[in-house]
C-alpha cells in the first residue's frame, strides 16, 4: 500500500517507450468528437447547393409515379432499395472523411502510435471479477461522469436550439419545397454549429487533462525507479566491485611495470611518480606507474625489491603527480629536473658498476613555479 500511494516520481524515460510500445498514449475523446462534427459541418457548408439539389431530385423522384409503377408491386421495393442505395454512399463519404480527421484529432492529442501489444487478446480481460473491479475504479467513474456531463452539456445546447428556432421549423410547413429545404439545411448547419462550439470548449478542457491523468498512471515509486536504475545500469553495489576490481587490475598492471623503470621519484609517502626512459625508443622520460598514499606505498615497495632507485624529491613528485599522464611522457616544463635527476641515477649506477666514482648527494630538485600543487602551501618542502 506505501508503494503504491508513494508514486510521486515521473515516469523514466524507459517507461514512457514501453507503455507507448503497449498503446498507452494519452487520447481526447472530446477531441475525436470535435474533429468528427467539424468535418460534418464543413462539408455540409461547402457542398451545401449540391446536397439541396439531390435532395430535391431524390424527393421529386420518390413522388412520382404512373399507371405502371402502380400495377408493378416491385416498383416499390426498387425505390426503397435505390433511396437506400444514396444514403449509404453519402454516410460512406462521411465515413471515408471523418476517419482521418478522427486519426488527425489523436495525434494531435498524443503523438502517432502504432502498438500490436494493445491488438493481442489479453484473457486476463475476460475475468468477470477484474471487469467489475475497472468498471468501478476511479478512472471508469470519471470517465463516466465526464460524459454524462458532456451530454447533458450537449443536450441542453439543443434544447435551446430547438426552442429558439421552433416558430422556423413550423414556418416551413407552408413554404414551397425548395425553399423549405434549404432552410432546414440552414438551420441544420445552425445547429451544428453550435454543437461545435460546445465540444470545442469541452475538447480544450479534456487534451490537457488527459495528458495530465496519463503522466500522473505513470508514476513511479522510489522503489521502481531504483529497481529501473538496477535493470538498466545495475545494481550500485555491483557496479562498485566492479570498479574496485579494474582499479585493482590497473594498479597490478602499473605495479608489473615498476621493475623496468628507471627510478621512482617520491614525497616521501604520498605520492609516487615511476620514470623510464630509453634513448633508442623514446624522446622523452615516460611516466610508467604513479600514485598516491597506499599505492605509493606500493609503488616504493616494488621498486625496492626490483632495486630500482626511489629518490625522494616531493616538488618533482607533486608536479609529476598532477601533471604528467601515465604512459605518456612527462611535461616539457619538467625535462631540466627531470635530467637532474636522471643524471644523479646513471653516476650512481656507474660509481656502484666500479666505473666512476660516488656521485654528491642529489640537492633539492626545483620545478618551474605554478607546477607544485602545494606551492606557497608551508608544506613545499614536506
Not at 582499479?247 to 621493475?259: F, Q
Request: hydrophobic share 50%; with cysteine.
Amino acid at each position: 500500500m506505501a508503494d503504491t500511494q508513494d508514486r510521486r516520481l515521473p515516469a523514466s524515460e524507459r517507461k514512457l517507450r514501453k507503455a507507448r510500445a503497449q498503446g498507452q498514449i494519452a487520447r481526447s475523446r472530446d477531441l475525436a468528437h470535435f474533429a468528427a462534427v467539424g468535418t460534418v459541418l464543413g462539408l455540409l457548408i461547402a457542398f451545401a447547393p449540391r446536397l439541396l439539389q439531390a435532395l430535391q431530385q431524390s424527393l421529386a423522384a420518390g413522388l412520382r409515379f404512373d399507371a405502371a409503377a402502380l400495377a408493378d408491386p416491385l416498383a416499390m421495393p426498387g425505390r426503397l432499395a435505390q433511396g437506400l442505395a444514396a444514403a449509404f454512399g453519402v454516410v460512406l463519404v462521411l465515413g471515408a472523411v471523418m476517419l482521418p480527421a478522427a486519426l488527425a484529432a489523436g495525434v494531435a492529442a498524443g503523438g502517432w502510435n502504432f502498438s500490436w501489444q494493445a491488438l493481442a487478446p489479453k484473457p486476463e480481460k475476460l475475468d468477470p471479477f477484474a471487469g467489475i473491479g475497472r468498471l468501478v475504479s476511479g478512472r471508469q467513474v470519471g470517465e463516466a461522469l465526464k460524459a454524462c456531463t458532456l451530454a447533458l452539456i450537449v443536450g441542453v445546447v439543443g434544447a435551446l436550439f430547438l426552442r429558439a428556432r421552433l416558430d422556423d421549423f413550423a414556418a416551413t410547413l407552408g413554404l414551397p419545397l425548395p425553399l423549405a429545404l434549404g432552410r432546414l439545411g440552414q438551420a441544420l448547419a445552425d445547429g451544428l454549429l453550435w454543437l461545435l462550439l460546445a465540444l470545442a470548449a469541452f475538447a480544450a478542457l479534456d487534451v490537457p487533462l488527459q495528458r495530465y491523468l496519463h503522466a500522473k498512471r505513470l508514476r513511479m515509486s522510489t522503489q521502481e525507479y531504483k529497481q529501473e536504475q538496477r535493470e538498466t545500469e545495475g545494481s550500485p553495489e555491483l557496479k562498485q566491485r566492479q570498479r574496485a576490481r579494474m582499479r585493482e587490475l590497473a594498479t597490478r598492471r602499473m605495479l608489473a611495470a615498476v621493475p623496468k623503470a628507471d627510478l621512482v621519484v617520491m614525497n616521501p609517502t604520498h605520492y609516487a611518480v615511476a620514470l623510464r626512459y630509453d634513448e633508442s625508443r623514446m624522446s622523452a622520460p615516460t611516466v610508467v606507474a604513479k600514485g598516491a598514499d597506499l599505492v605509493a606505498l606500493r609503488i616504493r615497495d616494488t621498486a625496492q625489491g626490483a632495486r630500482v632507485p626511489v629518490l625522494q624529491a616531493p616538488p618533482l613528485a607533486r608536479a609529476l603527480y598532477a601533471h604528467a599522464e601515465l604512459d605518456r611522457p612527462v611535461p616539457q616544463a619538467l625535462f631540466t629536473a627531470i635530467a637532474q635527476v636522471l643524471a644523479h641515477v646513471y653516476a650512481l649506477r656507474a660509481h656502484l658498476a666500479g666505473q666512476g666514482a660516488a656521485p654528491a648527494p642529489l640537492a633539492a630538485v626545483a620545478v618551474p613555479p605554478g607546477l607544485d600543487p602545494q606551492e606557497g602551501s608551508g608544506e613545499a618542502g614536506a
